[in-house]
């Protein structure tokens, strides 16, 4: 009796091997807090661990494809930044449409930025689903990548041109819009009998003279015109197809020095600054008559 006595103080009686609300003390102490991890935090950590070794992986790979094969390396970083900014884009796009739908907005209410970006991200798509419809039969994708090679321009989009054919394909891009530019001189000329004004008719006769001439009109030439272009016949409700046709008349800036750039950004902000929204037509037009003959452009 005493024995069974002395045996019951030393080992308590067993309670039942499963316990769904604590753990039985016949299954020894429990665990640390710090592995008491919920499967969120858990499926988090395995995942981290996985996207960092993964990542170590991928810059050891690269490091070996720039060591021994350069010209490779080359192509397939080329490759991967292409992809890399075309989702960029595409997440981009998507904010634009969620804020249209948010806000109802039209395509013409965007900011400029997001109307270039979704005509240009539209663009891109169009080309990438061209060339993947025409490598869908046996044997075409060997073809595709041959005219790829000899048609960059035309059948890859920018996100996978060279740094070298960039350059040269926005020079291009440049020199088409420029050829718009003269025609721009000429209906601004003919449109300066129907100034009201003769004073600001001479104004407008020497500016138009002096680019054609290739001199440079610098911001004083412009800002005394406001009044002709803010009424008839030079406003935006008046302007003719021919004069508005060229979409983009922007400064090449691929050749231009930084110094440069710089000074045409700070003439560029204190002339728009200056300008109201019923001056945005020389707005427009500064674009062409201040770019034409800007030193350091190679075209």
Same mark, same amino acid.
């Given at each position: ?23 039985? $003390?016949?299954?020894?102490? $429990? ?5 008491? %991890?919920? $499967? ?21 790979? =690269? ?5 021994? !094969?350069?010209r490779f390396y080359v192509v397939y970083s080329l490759f991967t930044k292409g992809i890399q900014m075309i989702l960029a884009d595409a997440k981009k796009a998507r904010r634009i449409r969620a804020l249209m739908a948010q806000?109802?907005?039209? !395509? ?16 891109? +798509? @169009? ?19 041959? %005219?790829?090679?000899?048609y960059p321009r035309q059948l890859l989009i920018q996100h996978f041109w060279t740094s070298e054919q960039q350059l040269e394909f926005l020079d291009d891009y440049h020199a088409r819009r420029k050829k718009s530019h003269p #025609?721009? %001189? ?6 300066? *009998?129907? +100034? ?12 138009? @003279?002096? +680019?054609? =001439? ?9 800002? *005394? ?13 008046? %302007?003719? @197809? ?15 020095? #930084? ?17 109201? =929204?019923? #001056? ?6 500064? +674009?062409?008559?201040?770019?034409? =003959?800007?030193?350091? @452009?190679?075209?």
């Open positions: 009796m005493a024995v069974s006595r002395v045996y019951w103080r030393r080992f308590p009686a067993p309670g039942p091997l499963f316990s769904l609300r604590r753990r039985s $003390p016949v299954w020894g102490p $429990p665990r640390p807090a710090r592995l008491h %991890l919920s $499967p969120r935090a858990d499926i988090r950590s395995v995942v981290s661990f996985f996207v960092a070794k993964t990542k170590a992986a991928h810059e050891k790979y =690269n490091r070996f494809l720039e060591r021994r !094969f350069p806000k109802k907005l039209l !395509f013409h209410q965007l900011s400029y930025r997001d109307m270039e970006h979704l005509r240009q991200f539209r663009r891109d +798509v @169009t080309k990438c689903l061209f060339v993947g419809i025409i490598s869908i039969p046996p044997f075409a994708n060997y073809l595709v990548f041959l %005219l790829m090679y000899l #025609e721009i %001189l000429y209906c601004l000329e003919k449109t300066i *009998p129907l +100034v009201s004004d003769t004073t600001l008719q001479q104004h407008l006769t020497l500016l138009c @003279t002096k +680019v054609q =001439n290739g001199a440079q009109p610098g911001v004083n030439d412009l800002l *005394p015109l406001k009044k002709c272009f803010s009424d008839y016949p030079l406003d935006l409700s008046h %302007l003719s @197809t021919p004069h508005t046709a060229c979409y983009l008349r922007g400064l090449n800036s691929t050749h231009l020095a #930084e110094d440069w750039c710089r000074i045409w950004l700070e003439q560029w902000l204190q002339f728009s600054c200056s300008l109201r =929204n019923a #001056e945005m037509s020389l707005l427009l037009h500064a +674009v062409v008559l201040l770019s034409t =003959n800007y030193p350091g @452009t190679r075209h």
